[in-house]
T-cell receptor
Protein backbone atom coordinates (compact mmCIF):
# COMPACT_ATOMS: atom_id res chain seq x y z
CA UNK A 1 0.00 0.00 0.00
CA UNK A 2 0.97 3.65 -0.37
CA UNK A 3 0.90 6.35 2.28
CA UNK A 4 -0.28 9.69 1.00
CA UNK A 5 -0.15 13.04 2.74
CA UNK A 6 -1.79 16.28 1.73
CA UNK A 7 -1.15 19.85 2.73
CA UNK A 8 -2.97 21.84 3.90
CA UNK A 9 -5.54 19.68 5.63
CA UNK A 10 -8.01 22.54 5.56
CA UNK A 11 -8.13 26.21 4.69
CA UNK A 12 -10.52 29.10 4.58
CA UNK A 13 -9.89 31.42 1.65
CA UNK A 14 -11.38 34.58 0.25
CA UNK A 15 -12.99 34.62 -3.15
CA UNK A 16 -10.69 35.64 -5.98
CA UNK A 17 -7.59 34.13 -4.40
CA UNK A 18 -5.80 30.89 -5.24
CA UNK A 19 -4.77 27.91 -3.14
CA UNK A 20 -2.18 25.27 -3.96
CA UNK A 21 -2.68 21.81 -2.50
CA UNK A 22 0.27 19.48 -2.17
CA UNK A 23 0.18 15.70 -2.39
CA UNK A 24 3.14 13.57 -1.32
CA UNK A 25 3.40 9.81 -1.75
CA UNK A 26 5.85 7.57 0.10
CA UNK A 27 6.68 5.57 -3.03
CA UNK A 28 7.12 6.22 -6.73
CA UNK A 29 3.91 6.04 -8.71
CA UNK A 30 3.14 6.58 -12.34
CA UNK A 31 -0.33 8.03 -12.14
CA UNK A 32 -1.83 10.39 -9.62
CA UNK A 33 -5.46 11.47 -9.56
CA UNK A 34 -7.17 14.56 -8.22
CA UNK A 35 -10.81 14.31 -7.14
CA UNK A 36 -13.30 16.84 -5.84
CA UNK A 37 -15.97 16.02 -3.29
CA UNK A 38 -18.51 18.79 -3.01
CA UNK A 39 -20.62 19.01 0.15
CA UNK A 40 -22.96 16.05 0.36
CA UNK A 41 -21.80 14.72 -2.99
CA UNK A 42 -19.72 11.88 -4.29
CA UNK A 43 -16.24 12.10 -5.72
CA UNK A 44 -15.67 13.55 -9.16
CA UNK A 45 -12.40 13.19 -11.02
CA UNK A 46 -10.78 16.50 -11.86
CA UNK A 47 -7.70 15.30 -13.70
CA UNK A 48 -5.04 12.65 -13.97
CA UNK A 49 -1.40 13.62 -13.61
CA UNK A 50 1.42 11.60 -15.10
CA UNK A 51 5.00 12.55 -14.46
CA UNK A 52 6.61 14.20 -17.45
CA UNK A 53 3.43 15.03 -19.32
CA UNK A 54 0.54 17.44 -19.18
CA UNK A 55 -2.34 16.56 -16.92
CA UNK A 56 -5.47 15.13 -18.52
CA UNK A 57 -8.61 16.95 -17.45
CA UNK A 58 -12.12 15.59 -17.26
CA UNK A 59 -15.05 17.30 -18.91
CA UNK A 60 -16.01 20.41 -16.98
CA UNK A 61 -12.54 21.05 -15.57
CA UNK A 62 -9.96 23.27 -17.26
CA UNK A 63 -6.28 23.88 -16.77
CA UNK A 64 -6.68 27.61 -16.20
CA UNK A 65 -8.90 26.95 -13.20
CA UNK A 66 -7.13 23.86 -11.85
CA UNK A 67 -3.48 23.88 -12.93
CA UNK A 68 -1.62 20.75 -11.90
CA UNK A 69 2.09 20.08 -11.56
CA UNK A 70 3.79 16.70 -11.40
CA UNK A 71 7.52 17.36 -11.07
CA UNK A 72 8.48 13.81 -10.00
CA UNK A 73 7.09 10.38 -9.25
CA UNK A 74 6.19 11.10 -5.61
CA UNK A 75 4.71 14.59 -5.67
CA UNK A 76 1.94 16.63 -7.27
CA UNK A 77 0.17 19.90 -6.70
CA UNK A 78 -3.30 21.11 -7.58
CA UNK A 79 -4.05 24.81 -7.62
CA UNK A 80 -7.58 26.12 -7.30
CA UNK A 81 -7.48 29.50 -9.01
CA UNK A 82 -9.65 32.56 -8.72
CA UNK A 83 -11.78 30.84 -6.13
CA UNK A 84 -15.49 31.32 -5.63
CA UNK A 85 -17.77 29.86 -2.93
CA UNK A 86 -18.72 27.11 -5.39
CA UNK A 87 -15.18 25.78 -5.08
CA UNK A 88 -15.79 24.92 -1.43
CA UNK A 89 -15.13 21.18 -1.41
CA UNK A 90 -12.86 18.46 -0.21
CA UNK A 91 -10.02 17.87 -2.65
CA UNK A 92 -8.42 14.44 -2.59
CA UNK A 93 -5.43 13.04 -4.35
CA UNK A 94 -5.05 9.35 -4.98
CA UNK A 95 -2.66 6.93 -6.60
CA UNK A 96 -3.21 3.72 -8.43
CA UNK A 97 -2.18 0.48 -6.73
CA UNK A 98 -1.47 -1.16 -10.06
CA UNK A 99 -3.31 -3.39 -12.44
CA UNK A 100 -6.39 -3.92 -10.27
CA UNK A 101 -7.57 -0.30 -10.42
CA UNK A 102 -7.45 -0.15 -6.64
CA UNK A 103 -6.58 3.33 -5.45
CA UNK A 104 -5.14 4.75 -2.27
CA UNK A 105 -6.37 8.13 -1.12
CA UNK A 106 -4.87 10.97 0.78
CA UNK A 107 -6.71 12.43 3.79
CA UNK A 108 -8.10 15.29 1.72
CA UNK A 109 -7.97 19.07 1.86
CA UNK A 110 -11.12 20.73 3.11
CA UNK A 111 -11.48 24.08 1.38
CA UNK A 112 -13.97 26.76 2.34
CA UNK A 113 -14.25 29.86 0.19
CA UNK A 114 -15.92 32.91 1.69
CA UNK B 1 -19.92 4.32 -19.84
CA UNK B 2 -19.55 2.71 -16.48
CA UNK B 3 -21.91 3.77 -13.73
CA UNK B 4 -22.67 2.89 -10.15
CA UNK B 5 -25.98 3.28 -8.35
CA UNK B 6 -26.30 3.34 -4.60
CA UNK B 7 -29.98 3.20 -3.92
CA UNK B 8 -29.96 4.49 -0.36
CA UNK B 9 -28.51 7.88 0.54
CA UNK B 10 -28.98 7.35 4.27
CA UNK B 11 -29.39 4.24 6.37
CA UNK B 12 -30.10 4.64 10.08
CA UNK B 13 -29.83 1.48 12.19
CA UNK B 14 -29.54 0.57 15.83
CA UNK B 15 -26.38 -0.87 17.26
CA UNK B 16 -26.04 -4.66 16.88
CA UNK B 17 -28.65 -4.72 14.11
CA UNK B 18 -27.80 -6.13 10.67
CA UNK B 19 -27.34 -3.78 7.76
CA UNK B 20 -27.22 -3.98 3.98
CA UNK B 21 -25.99 -1.15 1.78
CA UNK B 22 -26.99 -1.64 -1.82
CA UNK B 23 -24.87 -1.10 -4.90
CA UNK B 24 -25.65 -1.84 -8.53
CA UNK B 25 -23.27 -1.33 -11.40
CA UNK B 26 -23.51 -1.23 -15.15
CA UNK B 27 -20.81 -3.03 -17.02
CA UNK B 28 -20.48 -5.26 -20.02
CA UNK B 29 -16.82 -6.04 -19.49
CA UNK B 30 -14.69 -7.64 -16.82
CA UNK B 31 -15.69 -6.30 -13.46
CA UNK B 32 -13.68 -5.02 -10.56
CA UNK B 33 -15.73 -3.71 -7.66
CA UNK B 34 -14.79 -1.73 -4.59
CA UNK B 35 -16.29 -0.45 -1.39
CA UNK B 36 -14.63 2.53 0.26
CA UNK B 37 -15.46 4.00 3.64
CA UNK B 38 -15.12 7.62 4.71
CA UNK B 39 -15.24 8.25 8.44
CA UNK B 40 -16.19 11.76 9.56
CA UNK B 41 -13.57 14.33 8.57
CA UNK B 42 -11.28 11.73 7.06
CA UNK B 43 -10.24 10.55 3.60
CA UNK B 44 -11.36 7.40 1.85
CA UNK B 45 -10.18 3.99 2.94
CA UNK B 46 -10.57 0.79 0.97
CA UNK B 47 -12.98 -1.50 2.79
CA UNK B 48 -13.03 -4.47 0.43
CA UNK B 49 -12.70 -5.35 -3.21
CA UNK B 50 -13.74 -7.95 -5.74
CA UNK B 51 -11.25 -8.70 -8.49
CA UNK B 52 -11.91 -12.34 -9.35
CA UNK B 53 -12.48 -15.72 -7.74
CA UNK B 54 -14.87 -16.16 -4.85
CA UNK B 55 -17.90 -13.95 -5.20
CA UNK B 56 -18.01 -13.33 -1.45
CA UNK B 57 -15.36 -10.99 -0.13
CA UNK B 58 -14.80 -9.97 3.46
CA UNK B 59 -13.17 -7.12 5.31
CA UNK B 60 -11.23 -7.30 8.55
CA UNK B 61 -13.94 -5.47 10.51
CA UNK B 62 -16.83 -7.83 9.76
CA UNK B 63 -18.25 -6.39 6.54
CA UNK B 64 -18.80 -8.61 3.53
CA UNK B 65 -19.99 -8.07 -0.01
CA UNK B 66 -21.16 -10.49 -2.64
CA UNK B 67 -20.63 -10.06 -6.34
CA UNK B 68 -23.81 -11.08 -8.16
CA UNK B 69 -23.26 -11.00 -11.89
CA UNK B 70 -26.83 -11.82 -12.88
CA UNK B 71 -28.19 -8.94 -10.79
CA UNK B 72 -25.18 -6.66 -11.43
CA UNK B 73 -24.98 -6.00 -7.72
CA UNK B 74 -22.31 -5.78 -5.05
CA UNK B 75 -24.24 -5.19 -1.85
CA UNK B 76 -22.39 -4.59 1.40
CA UNK B 77 -23.56 -6.36 4.54
CA UNK B 78 -22.72 -6.65 8.19
CA UNK B 79 -24.62 -8.92 10.57
CA UNK B 80 -24.15 -6.69 13.62
CA UNK B 81 -23.08 -3.06 13.40
CA UNK B 82 -21.24 -0.95 15.96
CA UNK B 83 -21.37 2.74 16.72
CA UNK B 84 -17.90 3.00 15.19
CA UNK B 85 -19.28 1.89 11.81
CA UNK B 86 -20.98 5.25 11.45
CA UNK B 87 -19.51 6.61 8.22
CA UNK B 88 -20.25 7.17 4.56
CA UNK B 89 -19.77 4.19 2.26
CA UNK B 90 -18.99 4.48 -1.42
CA UNK B 91 -19.26 1.78 -4.05
CA UNK B 92 -16.88 2.19 -7.00
CA UNK B 93 -15.93 0.65 -10.32
CA UNK B 94 -13.10 1.40 -12.73
CA UNK B 95 -14.13 3.92 -15.35
CA UNK B 96 -12.64 5.96 -18.14
CA UNK B 97 -9.38 5.55 -19.94
CA UNK B 98 -7.28 7.10 -17.18
CA UNK B 99 -7.55 4.23 -14.72
CA UNK B 100 -9.69 6.28 -12.38
CA UNK B 101 -12.64 5.05 -10.34
CA UNK B 102 -16.29 5.94 -10.81
CA UNK B 103 -18.03 6.36 -7.48
CA UNK B 104 -21.63 6.01 -6.44
CA UNK B 105 -23.27 8.87 -4.59
CA UNK B 106 -22.55 7.28 -1.25
CA UNK B 107 -24.64 5.89 1.59
CA UNK B 108 -24.44 7.47 5.01
CA UNK B 109 -24.68 4.78 7.65
CA UNK B 110 -25.76 6.12 11.02
CA UNK B 111 -25.60 3.65 13.92
CA UNK B 112 -27.60 4.64 16.95
CA UNK B 113 -27.24 3.25 20.46
Amino acid sequence: SAVISQKPSRDICQRGTSLTIQCQVDSQVTMMFWYRQQPGQSLTLIATANQGSEATYESGFVIDKFPISRPNLTFSTLTVSNMSPEDSSIYLCSVSAGFSYEQYFGPGTRLTVT
Amino acid sequence: AQSVTQLDSQVPVFEEAPVELRCNYSSSVSVYLFWYVQYPNQGLQLLLKYLSGSTLVESINGFEAEFNKSQTSFHLRKPSVHISDTAEYFCAVPGGSQGNLIFGKGTKLSVKP
